[in-house]
Every structure is written in structure tokens, then in C-alpha cells.
């Protein structure tokens, strides 16, 4: 491995990417960020596209920028407790719950897909397993299309046409999903069963403020969703209400 001055060069570019994120305290694309620490386009490209596999960054792909993801924060809480923002994730989730029985997810977008950052099982014998770091596809999940409702059409368009070309063997119908995402922003919320996982299903909404890159999930048995699901979705209402504020 290359070093200098003691340091691995490809672990101090990491840090020094983290760092000036803190810096300038907003998303970057790859180039202001490679002229920012004076590196080479390719391995900034390279390191980058590492950080966003891992789920430390997120990558939007129509504005080409980058962005820290919660998942960063959550790793070094444990030494001076846990910040305000995740003291209210984990009473969110803590909340839902007790008063769903359901699983609940904080998830959030990892390029071209849906990625569990949080989860907490549900208490039923029967239930929606959704570990932490699972991925979904973010064209055909109900994560993801409460992320994209928050979208223009002309976003969500440019993230379908990088889908269909990353999986030309499923393509993503446009017109279908706009439509789909048109009376998800009317309603609030995206609802989704059997589309992932036959059997399964999860409610979904993007968190207001701050956190609107985050998506609060209740998942469980398609039906079992489906039957309780203007009463899931006031509970959510209420939980984040309470606890995060209006959107």
C-alpha cells in the first residue's frame, strides 16, 4: 500500500472527503470535491464510488452530487450519546412500534436503489424481516417511490432512463410509475404490496425538515397492511407529528 507521511494514501482521501463536507456543510459533485483536495478525477471517482457502495454517501444522479448519509452520524454515537437527531429517529421508531406492532425502517437513497439504514422487527409471529443494509430498487419499492414522489417528474425521469440502462431486463414503465408517484404526493404516502416480495408489503412516507433524504417504513404482511392502512398511516402521521414536528 502507498503512504505518506505514515498515512495510507487512499484512507487519508476518505477521511480528507469527510472533512470537507464538514467544511462546507452541503452536498458536492466529484469535481468540486477533487478540486478541493487537489486529487486526480480518478481517484476521486474511484474513492467516491466506494463510499456510496458502502452507504456512507449518497449519489444523486441527476444533480451528479454527494452527499454524507445518516449512516456516517450513526457510527460514533455510542461515545457521547446519541445526538438530537437520533435520539428523535430512535423515539420515531420506538413509538411506531408499540403502536403498530409492525416493522419499522428508516431508509434512504443509495443511487439507484432504496437502503435500510435503521430497523427495528415487528412483534407478531408473522412479520416483514427487513434487516439493516438490506437494499430495495428505488423505481419499484414503496421506500422508493415516497423518496421520488418528492421529486419533479423531470428527475424522476432522468433516475428511470438510469435505471432501464443499469437493468435492461426489468425496465421501469414511465408513464406507469409518474402516474403511480402523482397520486402518491396527492395521498402522502407510498403504498406497496407484493411488489418486492409476494406476501409482503410496506407503508411508506418521506420525514419533513431536515430529514427529508429519509423514508419512515411500516412493513409486515401485505395483508395484514392493507387492512389496517388508513390506521397505519394516522399513526405515522401522529409519530412523526409528535416527535419531528410539521413537515
Not at 424481516?129 to 430495495?136: E, N, Q, V, Y
Not at 418528492?150 to 431486463?169: F, W, Y
Amino acid at each position: 500500500m502507498e503512504a505518506e507521511n505514515g498515512v495510507v494514501k487512499s484512507v487519508g482521501r476518505v477521511f480528507a472527503i469527510l472533512e470537507a463536507f464538514a467544511r462546507v456543510q452541503q452536498s458536492m459533485t466529484a469535481i468540486e470535491i477533487g478540486r478541493r483536495l487537489g486529487t486526480p478525477p480518478s481517484s476521486t471517482a474511484a474513492i467516491l464510488k466506494s463510499m456510496v457502495t458502502l452507504g456512507y454517501l449518497s449519489f444523486d444522479r441527476v444533480t451528479r452530487v454527494y452527499l454524507p448519509t445518516i449512516r456516517l452520524g450513526m457510527l460514533t454515537l455510542w461515545v457521547d450519546g446519541a445526538s438530537l437527531g437520533s435520539a428523535a429517529l430512535d423515539r420515531l421508531i420506538e413509538t411506531l412500534h408499540e403502536t403498530t406492532g409492525e416493522t419499522i425502517i428508516i431508509a434512504t437513497q443509495s443511487d439507484l436503489e432504496m437502503k435500510y439504514l435503521l430497523t427495528r422487527p415487528g412483534r407478531f409471529p408473522v412479520r416483514f424481516l427487513a434487516p439493516a443494509g438490506l437494499r430495495r430498487p428505488l423505481c419499484g419499492s414503496g421506500t422508493g417511490w415516497a423518496l421520488l414522489a418528492s421529486k419533479t417528474d423531470a428527475e424522476v425521469s432522468v433516475l428511470i432512463q438510469h435505471t432501464n440502462r443499469a437493468t435492461p431486463s426489468q425496465p421501469v414503465d414511465e408513464r406507469r410509475l409518474l402516474d403511480l408517484l402523482a397520486q402518491v404526493r396527492v395521498q402522502g404516502y407510498a403504498a406497496s404490496y407484493g411488489n418486492v416480495i409476494l406476501g409482503s408489503g410496506v407503508i411508506a412516507m418521506v420525514l419533513p425538515g431536515g430529514q427529508r433524504s429519509l423514508v419512515l417504513g411500516v412493513g409486515g404482511p401485505a395483508e395484514r397492511l392493507e387492512r389496517s392502512e388508513a390506521q397505519i398511516v394516522e399513526q405515522m402521521r401522529a409519530a412523526i407529528a409528535g416527535i419531528l414536528g410539521p413537515s
